[in-house]
C-alpha cells in the first residue's frame, strides 16, 4: 500500500500584493552578505571548518536566486583564476548540505541557498519554470501532514523535500503583457 499526499492549493486574496523573495526587488547584496555571516556562525558553532573554497562555492550560490549545477559552479570558479576540479566542488557542496547552508533541487540537479541556515527543516520550493528562480517557503502544516502520513505506515522518512513547478509573479505578469 502506497501514500498518497494531496495538497489541495488554492488561490486567495492577500491583503499584500508583493511577492516574496526572490520575486520582489530587494538588496541583493545585504541577502548574500546575511547569508554568508548566516554560514560562519553555524559553521563556528558545529566547529567545522568553512574554507575559502567552501566560502566561495557558497557565495557564488547565493549570488543569484537560480540554483546552480556543480559544473556552472566549476566553471565560475576557473573564470576566477581557481584550479579546482569536479571532486572539490561536489566535496564543497556536501558540506554546505551537511550544514544546512545549501539545498539540492533534484529536478534541475542543482543546489540553492537555505534560507534557514543550520536549521533542521524539510524544503518546499516554488520554481519558476520560465525564470528558473526559486523560493524556499515554510509549510509546516504540509511537513505536519507528511510527518502524520509516514508515521501511520510506520515509514521512517530521512528527509522530504516539496518541489512546485510554475511560474512566479513577474513572468506572470510579463506573459500577460505578451
Known amino acids: 500500500m502506497g501514500i498518497v499526499i494531496m495538497l489541495q492549493i488554492s488561490t486567495q486574496t492577500q491583503t499584500m500584493s508583493t511577492p516574496s523573495l526572490p520575486y520582489r526587488p530587494h538588496n541583493h547584496k545585504r541577502c548574500v552578505q546575511q547569508a554568508m555571516s548566516d554560514a560562519r556562525d553555524v559553521c563556528r558553532r558545529a566547529n567545522a571548518r568553512l574554507t575559502p573554497i567552501r566560502e566561495r562555492v557558497l557565495e557564488l550560490v547565493w549570488q543569484s536566486h537560480k540554483p546552480l549545477g556543480a559544473y556552472e559552479l ?21 558540506f554546505l548540505l551537511q ?26 520550493f516554488l520554481i519558476c519554470d520560465q525564470c528558473q528562480n526559486v523560493l524556499e517557503l515554510e509549510a509546516p502544516a504540509v511537513f505536519q501532514a507528511v510527518d502524520s502520513l ?10 522530504a523535500t516539496i518541489e512546485v513547478s510554475g511560474r512566479c509573479p513577474a513572468c506572470l505578469d510579463n506573459s500577460r503583457r505578451d
Not at 566549476?74 to 556536501?94: C, F, I, M, Q, W
Not at 550544514?99 to 518546499?124: D, K, M, P, W, Y
Not at 509516514?150 to 528527509?159: I, M, R, S, Y
Request: net charge negative.
Open 99 to 124: 550544514h544546512g547552508l545549501v539545498h539540492r533541487i533534484a529536478s534541475l540537479n542543482a543546489f540553492t541557498g537555505c534560507s534557514h541556515a543550520g536549521e533542521q527543516h524539510t524544503g518546499l
Open 150 to 159: 509516514t508515521k501511520a505506515e510506520g515509514f521512517q522518512p530521512h528527509d
Open 74 to 94: 566549476l566553471a565560475s570558479l576557473a573564470k576566477e583564476g581557481h584550479n579546482a576540479a569536479p571532486p572539490t566542488v561536489y566535496r564543497a557542496l556536501d
